[in-house]
Each structure stands twice: as C-alpha cells, then as structure tokens.
C-alpha cells in the first residue's frame, strides 16, 4: 500500500500535521521569505524556535511562528532604515487586538505602507524625509504582501506588490547619487537592476551582486547588504530574477533550476562598467538564493567570492514528508493523490501556505491563488522545485565560499553544513548563535550583525 493511500486510513495524522506546519511553512524564504528563501518547513521545531527553547531571547510579537517571524524580520530592518520599531510594535498591537489572521495582518501593513507614503503631518517633508519614509513603506507593503493570499482579497496580490515597488523606486530617486537603473538581457524578460554607488566618481570598485530568495523583496536588499556595501566604498546591485518581483508579479516568469543563465548577464553588464573592479565581484544568496547563488557559481567563473546565507543544496526538504511523498514519477497519479487525498483534508491555513509557497514555479497555481482557489496541479511546481537540488554542482565551485548557518535554523537544518563538506573551494563555516541574538534563518533579529560577518569576510577574501 503507497504511503499516500495509506493514509485514507490515518487522515487525522495528516490533517494533525499540516495544521501544526502551517504557519512554519509559510516562512520558507527569509525575506518573507525572503525574504524570504525556501518552500514549506518541517514544523516541530520551529514553533520552538519562534517562541523560546532553542532560541532563548528571540522576541515574542505573535503567538504563530510565522506571523512572528515576519515581525522580527520588519523589527531588524531598523537598523536600516527599513523600517521603524514603533510603527512595527504599534502595528503588531493593532493585529493581536482584531485578533490575528491574514486579513487583520494585511489590513494593518498595507495602512501603515499608505499611512508611510502619505505626506507627514506638520511641515512638508524634505527629500530625505520623504526617502526614508519610502523605505519603510517599502517594507510594510512587503509584510502585507506576504499574507496577502490568505487575506479576503487575493485578487489584489499584484497590486499589492505595485504599491511596495513604487516605494522602492521613490525610495532609490531620492538616494544620493541615485542608483543605475536598468535593464539586462534575460530571455524575452529583462532583469531589472538597481546598482547603488558610493559616488559618481568612477574608480573601479569591488562590487556585490545581492541574491534574493523565493519571496523577498527590493527593501530586503537594502536591509541585508546595501549600506554594509556603500560604507566600506563598494558598489551593490539589487535585482529581481525568474520568480522573484517584478518578474514574478506582473512578468509572471517563474523560478528556473539554472540560476547561471541569471548571474552572467549581470556579471557581463557589471563588468562592462568602468567603475567596476571585474576581479572583484562577489556574489552572496539570501534564503532559498543560499542555493541559487552557490548554483550560478559553480558554472560562472567570474565570480570571485561566494557567500550562501545559509548554504541550501535541495530546498524541497524544506517541505514536511507528507507533502515531499504527495511527488511520484507520474503527473496524473501525482495531482489525483493531491485532489483526491489531500486537498479534502487540507485545513484553510495549510491551503494558503501551499499557494504561498507554490506560486513562485507556477503561473497557473498564482492566477488560481488569486481566485481565492487552491491549485490543482501539484506534480509541475513540485517537480520544478525539486530540480533546484544542488548537490551534483556544489563541488564545481571554485570561488572561496562563506558558508553561514544559525541557531535554530528552522527550515533547511543540517543543509548548510552539508554544502561546506560537499565545497571544494576555499570556505569557511559560520555559524550564528543565540548568544548574539542572531539565531533562526538569516538572523532576523540582527540583520547588521549579519552584513558585518559578510563584510569582514569578503574583505578578508578579497583584499579590499
């Protein structure tokens, strides 16, 4: 008897199991993630790791895991400038008094984003004012954004974004010097490309190209390497790839397996610039992209330094193994297994999660998520995912390699340690911890600290 037709007979243990998993899984991606990142999480631990027991000291701002990560990425975002800790708290209040759902959660952020974006009470705001406050925008658009499927308008996912990106760009106008907007040859969908510099002066300078992963946005960039790269007189780029932003939003151009055919155009518009150092270009990957930038790099040559935050070498572990064993070698046997035995039993919240997390490798599966319905076809986004395993590549890489890990790593344990013993490159391992008020995936609660391990290793490693 198969493991899924078995559990006709045991369908409360599924049911027990993706109810517990809901809100873990929906925080796949760092950055919302995702900033992330990653698709569904295995769930026993991560309730721990939200709420204490592995990770003494992380702040408590929802009772469910994955609202409260959420907040503590909007919280780290501070130090930044990406967002405000009494806007955040104010915010996280006004959701747990109307009682906290994806509605509630959407409806609050995307008021503050327009609250934010709104002329300020008092004086006219000055540029800078006004920047900043896009920022912030930017991120509570993002926060919206993230729930936004299990809210009581889906439909509005794309405008939702609409509204997040138009802060960003409002946002980077207002920098000085401006950053570079562009856009760099993909396929039949260009890439759009913001590159941020310390000055308009031209000296050739180390740059690193900043990797989102499956559901971050542009201000998650500036949260986790912009300033840190602009400080130390580095260029920085941020962009949205195949499954990611703009392309996936509006361009609907889904996550592909073969991140390098992403890195080179940008490494060839980057090294096209005289204000780029070409033996300087290092290369780092948020969430999820802490398997794509390590992908890219094992066939890109150009890059010189790689740093994979954390090291990912197959994201579809991150999903529970109930859903992994929905997954057979056959498309037909596989969706009527998910239409027939597991959609029937699917709690509300688990639903959402699954569109959440299956949107980005599925156009199909996004427009029936803002329908307000749950994708039919499961085996093609499943299949796609899965073919972003890493672990025949790793050892291609040549590129000296940081390798982070934390503390309560929630939804890819054990991977990066496995990507660092699979390098053959020059690397290092990090790994950080609660102590340092660094734990759970990508450190929400200390993105600077974050930036400055990256930083310092990428100087070390590339002697600038």
Known sequence: MSPVHGDRHTGPTRRALLTAGAGAALLAGCARDGAPGAPAAATSSSATAAGGGLTPGAMTLFKDPAYNFNGLLALGGSGAGSAEVG?????????????????????????????????????????????????????????????????DDPGSEERLYKAGRAAWDTFCDLCEPAPVKAKVPYGTTPLPVWFFRPDTSGA???????????????????????????????????YDGPGQGQLLFVDRVVFTPTWERVVTPLVDWLTARSDVAADKIALTGLSMAGDLAPRAAAFETRIAALVAMPGCVEPWLGFPPEIRKILTPDKQQTNDIWNKEVVPELPPEAADV??????????????EARQGK???????????????????????????????DYEGEQFYPGQPRRMYEALTSPKDYLKLTAAQGAQLHCSPMAPQLHCEVVFDWLARTLGS
């Not at 006004?94 to 609050?108: C, E, H, M, P, R």
């Not at 699954?354 to 427009?367: D, G, N, Q």
């Open 354 to 367: 699954m569109k959440k997390r299956f949107e980005p490798f599925s156009v199909p599966a996004m427009l």
């Open 87 to 151: 806007e955040v708290l104010t915010a996280v209040n006004a959701i747990n008094a109307a009682g906290l759902t994806a509605q509630s959660y959407v409806k609050t952020f995307r008021g503050l984003g327009d609250q934010v974006m709104a002329t300020p009470p008092g004086a006219p705001a000055d540029s800078q004012t006004k920047r900043f406050r896009a920022l912030r925008a930017a991120q509570y658009y993002g926060q919206a954004l993230f729930f936004v499927l299990g809210s």
């Open 374 to 404: 749950l994708f039919t076809d499961f085996y093609t986004p499943a299949t796609r995912i899965k073919a972003l395993s890493i672990t025949d590549v790793v050892g291609r890489i040549k590129a000296p390699t940081l390798v982070l």
């Open 204 to 238: 050739p300078r180390p740059t690193v190209i900043l990797t989102n992963g499956s559901d971050g946005q542009n201000v998650d960039m500036w949260t986790y390497g912009v300033p840190a790269a602009l400080e130390r007189g580095w260029n920085a780029l941020v």
